[in-house]
């Protein structure tokens, strides 16, 4: 039954307990706050978990997208290959490096970048590509694969949603040239903010290494610990990317509580699919035989045709009732910079923009209780019957 909330559900919230607090008032204790033993102690816990060689951590998926991409050797003037269904950091890194970012629209199925209309637009001026595996949905990685090794593009995984995805039986990160990890406040472990770069290359693990710590040579980080040499050299005027310790400890304890965390979020998904099977006007997330999701976002598509409000009526309706709710996202091809520089505009990506207008994230974290779930079907339904036509 329908009563509306007394007090607020936000859409995301992170689950810090006392396991993390300690584990962050003992960093704090121990002196060593920037880079350090924690940070290597998770690089090294992060490859083990993911099966890939190396994993650098940094300050959040931006660097490491930005990183990624310097180090596969991405120069200005050349055009990178994404999809406009993405947070504006994917495409933003590609322009970081001096080049294009060139959109192809996303399948109908799945909503991560078509595969199959990847290869009419690459060029000779070609040399990456960024697929995301959006809300942690895995891209069909086999096709694009094929299609980088043909062309010989580099592949920079935007797995900023995909800890814990599967692609045919293997974890995101552990396979192709690197992938960069979120540990953003709302993502799947939290370290306030954070990223990791994984990969199975020695070459791109050193260069990322360099790169995000100023360009500096070996071992930097311990330039100040016993037995550390104060001299150094610039190789490259890199960037001031890396993860710190305060951050590091965070992500040790959330590693701790992944699987449960992970439990929990496909526990509150199959309440979602219970609560709504019988509802219309409705369609649930796509899971392709391929992946396993991570459900990092739960993203719900509105039958437009079936309803007599729109997308951005149904949020306000959610917001009135005390239930947060977001979008992800609004196509990055039709922001003004993308617009004005690259010449987007709307029409470009058809399955993209029309996808956009029929969806919302709807809450889906560790923390909910099993009642608020039960607040966001009945509402969710109250809505739906209300505005049925
Ligand atoms: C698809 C995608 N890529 C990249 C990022 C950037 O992640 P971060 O906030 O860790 O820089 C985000 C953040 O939400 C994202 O959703």
Redesign the pocket.
């Known amino acids: 039954m329908y009563k509306k909330r007394e007090t607020f559900l936000p859409y995301a919230v992170p689950l810090i307990d006392d396991e993390d607090i300690n584990e962050v008032v003992e960093t704090l204790k121990s002196g060593w706050v920037a880079k350090g033993p924690r940070t290597i102690e998770f690089e090294k816990r992060f490859a083990e978990y993911t099966g890939a060689k190396y994993a650098v951590a940094m300050n959040?998926?931006?660097?490491a997208?930005h990183i990624a991409l310097i180090a596969g050797g991405v120069k200005p003037g050349d055009e990178v290959i994404t999809t406009p269904i993405?947070?504006a950091?994917?495409a933003n890194t590609i322009i970081h490096v001096g080049a294009t970012p060139v959109f192809v629209d996303v399948d109908p199925e799945t909503f991560c970048i078509d595969a199959n209309k990847i290869e009419e637009k690459i060029t000779d001026k070609t040399t990456a590509i960024v697929p995301?595996h959006?809300t942690g949905h895995a891209c069909d990685m086999d096709k694009i694969r094929a299609i980088a090794e043909k062309y010989d593009l580099f592949v920079s995984e935007?797995a900023?949603?995909a800890i814990d995805t599967f692609y045919k039986g293997d974890l995101i990160g552990k396979k192709g040239d690197c992938a960069?990890f979120?540990?953003?406040a709302?993502?799947n472990i939290c370290t306030g903010?954070?990223?990791m770069l994984t990969t199975n290359s020695e070459d791109i693990a050193e260069k990322a290494r360099v790169m995000s710590t100023h360009g500096m040579s070996k071992a930097a980080w311990n330039r100040y610990g016993k037995g550390g040499a104060w001299r150094y050299d610039i190789e490259y005027p890199g960037h001031k990317y890396n993860m710190f310790d305060i951050q590091a400890a965070l992500a040790k304890t959330q590693m701790n509580k992944l699987s449960a965390m992970q439990d929990r979020r496909k526990e509150i998904v199959k309440k979602y699919e219970e609560g709504f099977s019988m509802l219309d006007g409705i369609k649930l997330p796509p899971e392709a035989d391929y992946t396993t999701h991570s459900w990092h976002l739960y993203v719900v598509r509105l039958e437009l045709d079936k309803l007599t409000i729109d997308r951005d009526k149904f949020i306000e309706l959610m917001g009135e009732a005390n239930i947060g709710t977001s979008v992800?996202?609004i196509p990055v091809h039709l922001m003004s910079y993308y617009r004005e520089n690259f010449g987007y505009k709307e029409g470009d990506f058809p399955v993209a923009e029309s996808y956009f207008d029929t969806i919302l994230s709807l809450p889906l974290y560790p923390k909910m209780t099993d009642e608020d779930v039960q607040d966001v079907i009945n509402t969710v339904t109250h809505i739906i019957s209300n505005y049925h036509k």
């Open positions: 959040s998926a931006t660097a997208l993405t947070f950091a994917t995301v959006y935007d900023a949603h960069s979120s540990f953003y709302t993502k903010e954070g990223g992800h996202f």
